[in-house]
């Protein structure tokens, strides 16, 4: 059961624009949101995270929308460049300091920024 | 400082076999994560071990075994392959507690080959 659904599934964006990646969550429970970039032959790693008592959150050129009634978050790279050709992954978990955290991931965007 | 590290990088085994992989947290980090990375997919939550005790465990069969050590490492058990086991194994550490206890920091991985 998908319980985090990514799109696309692919992008191609030319250096110096936008790219957005959207994530739809169906769990109310879940309540950390992370973005992990994976490059090839490496573990992924984690990029910026939204907890859902706020609507957006900056860093640098990567902004994290939250829409808590509508079950999604998206991840908006700004002023893309080739070093941020990578697969992004959103994900989601439940914290709890006794259940612990199992990260529920997106199926994963490629993305491509050409030169 | 050192970050999540993974032994070995690469392994290949034949059906049947078992395999054992092993995982160095980050110090001072007291729970690991054991997530299986099929080729195309996002990674899938294994088990979650905090203090040495099981904190969670995916949907995976009970081929699969992990444990932790008074140390914090970590080693996830395979027992009778099968080729659909062939894939990344990712191991990812965190505090375990406290705001920002549950944050995963990922290794590069264990590329599991089954033939």
């Known amino acids: 059961q998908q319980q985090v659904k990514q799109s696309p599934q692919s992008l191609i964006v030319q250096k110096g624009g936008i790219s957005i990646i959207n994530c739809a969550y169906e769990n109310t429970a879940f309540d950390y949101f992370p973005w992990y970039q994976q490059f090839p032959g490496k573990g992924p790693a984690l990029l910026i995270a939204?907890?859902?008592?706020?609507s957006e959150k900056k860093e640098g050129r990567f902004t994290i929308s939250f829409n808590k009634s509508a079950k999604q978050f998206s991840l908006h790279i700004m002023d893309s460049q080739p070093g941020d050709s990578a697969t992004y992954f959103c994900a989601a978990s439940k914290e709890g300091e006794t259940s612990g955290s199992r990260l529920t991931f997106g199926e994963g965007t490629q993305l491509t920024v050409n030169p | 400082d050192a970050g999540v590290t993974q032994s070995p990088t690469h392994l290949i085994k034949t059906r049947g076999q078992h395999v054992t992989l092993r995982c160095s947290p980050i110090?001072?980090?007291?729970?690991v994560s054991w997530y299986q990375q099929v080729l195309g997919q996002g990674p899938q939550f294994i088990f979650q071990?905090?203090?040495?005790?099981?904190?969670g465990r995916g949907n995976f069969p009970d081929r699969f075994s992990a444990r932790q050590f008074p140390n914090y490492s970590s080693e996830l058990n395979v027992n009778a392959l099968l080729l659909g086991d062939s894939a990344l194994y990712l191991c990812a550490s965190s505090l375990g507690r406290g705001q920002w206890g549950n944050i995963q920091y990922f290794g590069a991985g264990t590329r599991l080959s089954v033939l």
């Open positions: 939204i907890r859902p008592d706020v």
């Open positions: 110090s001072g980090h007291k729970s």
């Open positions: 071990y905090y203090e040495k005790e099981e904190r």
